[in-house]
């Protein structure tokens, strides 16, 4: 069975700190995302990447950043969380060429006090 | 911009029929899908429409009209496990393939 694997379900952190959101899918998909999940608003795109090294900003990329260093894993970094980045958190990935659209991770909630 | 518009909840009986609708307006167009989410757990896949028409899958269709901006998601004989939150989403252009662009989700309720 494919899968994304996100490597935390719940974090909770502390203001400032920063904080490493991991992502693993055992695809070999090109494509991989980070959204956050925020009642009313919806999937919002933080970050995408279309092969190693690279990435391209989504639509709310502020104070966060990126590293995809191999092929399978997409890390997400908080460099000083902030209590708006409460959220939760899914990513995702796809295969160029691919109409099933995204296989989503199970998602980390995390909480910032 | 970009904008993507669906109910933000809706409540049907056990074995009744509901739809739910989506606008949209994109720069660029490149494929409607729907995803299913039932709280607490990740979205899944449920259709997907790049042409005018009806895509049906069993108890669910989805329908497209790119010259309106608009897709429905009809759940027919609904059953209790329907209740989940369903989400419009839109590919906006070919150069940035995957990429997609999310509505904020429509709850649906099923009664007994």
């Known amino acids: 069975d494919v899968k994304v694997t996100q490597s935390s379900r719940y974090l909770v952190k502390r203001t400032g700190e920063k904080v490493f959101l991991e992502c693993v899918q055992d695809?070999?998909?090109?494509?991989m995302f980070w959204y956050r999940q925020d009642p009313g608003l919806g999937l919002r795109l933080i970050y995408f990447?279309?092969?190693?090294?690279?990435?391209e900003k989504g639509d709310i990329p502020e104070g966060y950043s990126v590293s995809r260093e191999k092929k399978e894993r997409f890390s997400l970094i908080l460099e000083s969380a902030s209590t708006n980045q409460t959220s939760m958190y899914l990513c995702?990935?796809?295969?160029?060429?691919?109409?099933?659209?995204?296989?989503f991770g199970s998602g980390t909630r995390l909480t910032v006090v | 911009g970009q904008n993507i518009d669906q109910p933000t909840e809706m409540t049907a009986t056990e074995g009744a029929i509901v739809q739910i609708n989506c606008t949209y307006q994109?720069?660029?167009?490149?494929?409607l899908f729907w995803y299913q989410q039932h709280a607490g757990e990740a979205p899944t896949f449920l259709s997907y429409?790049?042409?005018?028409g009806l895509e049906e899958k069993g108890r669910f269709s989805s329908f497209l009209s790119r010259s309106k901006g608009y897709s429905y998601l009809l759940l027919k004989e609904l059953q209790m496990k329907d209740s989940a939150s369903y989400l419009c989403?839109?590919?906006?252009?070919?150069?940035?393939?995957?990429?997609?662009?999310f509505g904020a989700g429509t709850q649906v309720v099923v009664t007994p």
């Open positions: 995702a990935s796809t295969q160029t060429g691919d109409n099933y659209g995204y296989t």
């Open positions: 994109t720069s660029g167009f490149n494929g």
């Open positions: 695809m070999d998909h090109e494509n």
């Open positions: 990447s279309y092969d190693v090294k690279m990435k």
């Open positions: 429409n790049v042409l005018d």
């Open positions: 989403a839109v590919r906006g252009d070919t150069d940035s393939w995957g990429k997609l662009q």
